[in-house]
């Protein structure tokens, strides 16, 4: 698809030099195309896709808000690696939770490893680090990058209490720092980086602009940029050109809209800008998906995560999948400020699963068989009708409920509730809940690993009862796994669990049959077998896709175990 082939690709005047790689941009001098080459198109050039503006064809836009996208310029079959780069700057994750914050355990700067606070210190810096020799202390990609500022803060007086300590070392505004300091460093990627959007007029005077300004921006401004622009007056010469205010709200703007989630392979999660990564477009239902390669410098690969025909757009997905349709809008208008409205979103039973629907009560609360649907699930504001009866409810009495229960189901969390509890909380749930909703699921996937783990509950101690009802909970979750992300590659862990749950479960019942006197030849027993495998090798191949958690290495292992133990009995 040809999209502005007379004009050039930077500047925007008519042109006719072509790109002779792809033939598919063109320019008004080979200086634009230097230009143009370095900034953008040698991640385009002669690849399925291009990055368009939305400025520039409005048209395969579908809305305004979209800015840049990629475009499938071909049909670009499924697994197809669409490109691996190395981020602009890495770093602790910026939106620390106050427990997180609060931890004497902290990352290393050096290589972010677990390091206890007050044992080793980078001695130009004093901020903690593994060892005084950790190679990343010097590396021009790590701690080198914002070492020079860091020295400006002195580290925390020796008297300090541990708060004052902890106060001293904010890890949430390091990325941040990072980012002003890509300038000293390498200018044009700094430039780069400050081209990203970061919403900063919706931002401004928002809970999160005045969270950023206390947490962030105060700190390193009082800490480190007040001091250094006192050095650079004395001395006379500048280190750090851009340093104000405006600046570091932006990054901040731009850290919340951009930055992606690096899972570290020692359970640490950290947080990267990537140039063509972060231009992607969200969408519930995406087309795409990535990995991390931690041993390879945090390389991120974007690949197809289905055939995707020429014309489509090609899109990850900045939510969780497992969200009902009101949390991932509220949380893409509030962090990404912008409305979904993908064909998930514009249906009110999320692709027939009902993953919010509630029970209708009937009039009166005399008892109805049907569920309770958003009118129009693509406004907020919208009430709430049954798909059997007349009866309607408003939007804020749902608001009002699911905010109840959302209280109790993080209370059941954070105590680490038992199997009854977690029972009788399904129990009560399914009152007013449809059966899938995405706080029942978080029920069952969390019981169907109790269920075969826990003391009292190993698998040989379950009755046939249990076994049975823990293989049905299993296929019911893994139906609501396959219509949300039919291929697999969003719910990987989650489909891993469940097929590997479901395979013990199966396992442990065949072997109860046989002991019980039938053959391995009866049909009921091969049938059981070949859904163990199944279930094996299934979960083997989802969790190819899965973003590198530590999670994710381990079951793999488990699951290799598990299938050469099965495949001995069966075979
Ligand atoms: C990570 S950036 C993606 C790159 C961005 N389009 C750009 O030009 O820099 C995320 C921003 O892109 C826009 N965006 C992404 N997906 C969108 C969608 N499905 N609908 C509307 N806007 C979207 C929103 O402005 C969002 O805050």
Redesign the pocket.
Known sequence: MSLAPSKCALCGVEASLKCAGCKRVVYCSPEHQKKHWKRQHKNECAKPYEIV??SENAKLAR?E?????FLATEAIPKDTILFTESPMVIGPKWNLDEYEQRSAIVPCVGCFTDCQLGVYRCDRCNWPVCKPDCPGLVNANLHAIECPILRFGGGPKPRDDPEAVLDYYRYDAMLVLKCLALQIHNRPLFDQMMQ??S?YEARKGSQYYRDADDRTVQYLLKNFLAPLKKQEEIQGKTVLPVADAKTLHKICGILE??AMVIPLTNGREICGLYPIG??????CMPNCFYTFDCTKGMKLTFKAGRNIEKGEHL?TT?THALWGTQQRRDHLKTN???????ARCADPTELGTYLSALRCLGVDGGGCSGYQLPIDSLNDASDWKCNQCPVQIEADQVNFLLAKIGEEMDDAIEQKTSIKQKEDMIAKLLTFLHPNHYHIFALKHSLIQMYGHLKGYQTPQLSDRDLTDKIGTCRELMKIIDTLDPHSFRLSLYAAVVLYEQHTALLEVTERKLKAGASKEDAAVRKNYNEVLHCLMRAKQVLANEMGTQQGIRLLEEIKRATEKAEGIIV
Do not use: P
């Open positions: 503006q939305h809305n808000e979209v800015g840049r996208f990203l959007e919403h809209v951009n972060c231009m992607l477009e969200h969408c899109s900045y990404k400020y912008f409305s979904c409205s993908c």
